[in-house]
């Protein structure tokens, strides 16, 4: 059973920086993808960020140049640092990782509060 971990979140001043980081319980060194993922208050969740198995990056258009996503394939975690953030950025944050059977995890998130 593959089960993630997030940590890291909080309470910020709007202009601050976070790093959440997500734990997992299998080596990431060969999944699909990983990524974060959000549900701000009232909202649907959505895309963050996303990594491949080949360490290509996507990013959501609203966080592009202030987070960045990254791994360690010998720790199986996987860090989302945050800076510059907004009020908007509020949100629980969640760890996803697609393995190459195509099932899906999510672990069971982060709160991140941007106070203005």
């Known amino acids: 059973q593959v089960q993630l971990v997030e940590s890291g979140g909080g309470l910020v001043q709007a202009g601050g920086s976070l790093r959440l980081s997500c734990a997992a319980s299998?080596?990431?060194?060969?999944?699909?993808?990983m990524g974060w993922y959000r549900q701000p208050p009232g909202k649907p969740r959505e895309l963050v960020a996303t990594?491949?198995?080949?360490?290509?990056?996507n990013y959501a258009d609203s966080v592009k140049g202030r987070f960045i996503i990254s791994r360690d394939i010998t720790k199986n975690t996987m860090d989302l640092q945050m800076s510059s953030l907004k009020p908007e950025d509020t949100a629980v944050y969640y760890c996803?990782?697609?393995?190459?059977?195509?099932?899906?995890?999510w672990g069971k998130g982060t709160l991140v509060t941007v106070s203005s």
């Open positions: 299998v080596s990431i060194f060969s999944v699909t993808a």
């Open positions: 996803n990782l697609r393995p190459l059977d195509g099932m899906e995890y």
């Open positions: 990594i491949t198995r080949g360490a290509s990056t």
